[in-house]
């Protein structure tokens, strides 16, 4: 069996040659010249592992009661000061191609990799086909429950994406009742190729008896679902909002000059 090899280091603090494997057990327990360093008492461990503190009680790990005493009950522990790197700025931050020939390069190297790769056959290119997105865009077509967009605040009432908070401030400030609908409460009951489905509005104005739809896209079947909602409750007056109505109802400074952007096809 050979003998394992023992690495050893020079304490910077009393010159001793230390094992690298006990170096930190030696600034803690022996090291005599480690000022920055308590002794660690055994009668400090407690049953969970740690060891407390004689000055407060507080606990820390092994490695971090020592440096707890001297940071904070010492006088040059206190009087030390640290030096934080945090915030501190890379390096390559505002450099391109163009203007750093270190970027340049690290660029090129990146590339030519990434094109060994490719041809190798170790790396495929995520690219989604033309099916997979279609069949993507119906599904979030009928399953669509406002994505990713942000969560906001108005007037006790929750409101998603930017588009609805503007319209919602700007409902208040006029003195118009609005109501968010609830997807799982205010339904609106659809048939879709022999299928039944649920429908929430975004909006309900009581002043108008109106239910607002806001749409900044369109997904897959989005159309042909709205044309079936408003055929099949042709008893209810469902408007959608696209870009131009949601410019002008921002416009709006009175309440007749809202209705009539509602009214107006």
Known sequence: ???????????????RLISKSNITKHYHTDCVNAKRHEKINKEWKQNNGKYKCPHCYKQFSYNGVSTHIWRMHTEKGKDHKTKHII?????????????????????????????????????????SSAEYRRKLSISQSLHNTGGRCKWYRVDNQKVQGTWER???????????????????????????????????????????????????????????????????????????IMKDKYQLLLKAKTIAEVAQILVER
């Open 1 to 15: 069996m050979k003998k394992k090899i023992r690495n050893f280091i020079k304490c910077n603090k009393c010159g």
């Open 87 to 127: 915030g501190h700025k890379a390096w390559n931050k505002g450099f391109t191609k163009k203007t750093n020939l270190k970027v340049k390069e690290i660029s090129k190297k990146i590339k030519q990799v990434m094109l060994y790769k490719v041809k190798c056959g170790t790396f495929k290119p995520n690219i």
């Open 166 to 240: 503007d319209l919602a401030i700007k409902f208040s400030k006029l003195g118009i009742k609005w109501q968010k609908l609830k997807l799982r409460k205010d339904i609106l009951y659809y048939n879709i190729d022999s299928k039944i489905k649920p429908y929430t509005p975004d909006f309900y104005l009581s002043d108008f008896d109106t239910y607002l739809e806001v749409k900044g896209f369109w997904w897959g079947n989005d159309k042909v679902k709205m044309q079936k909602v408003s055929e099949q409750h042709s008893d209810k007056n469902i408007v959608l």
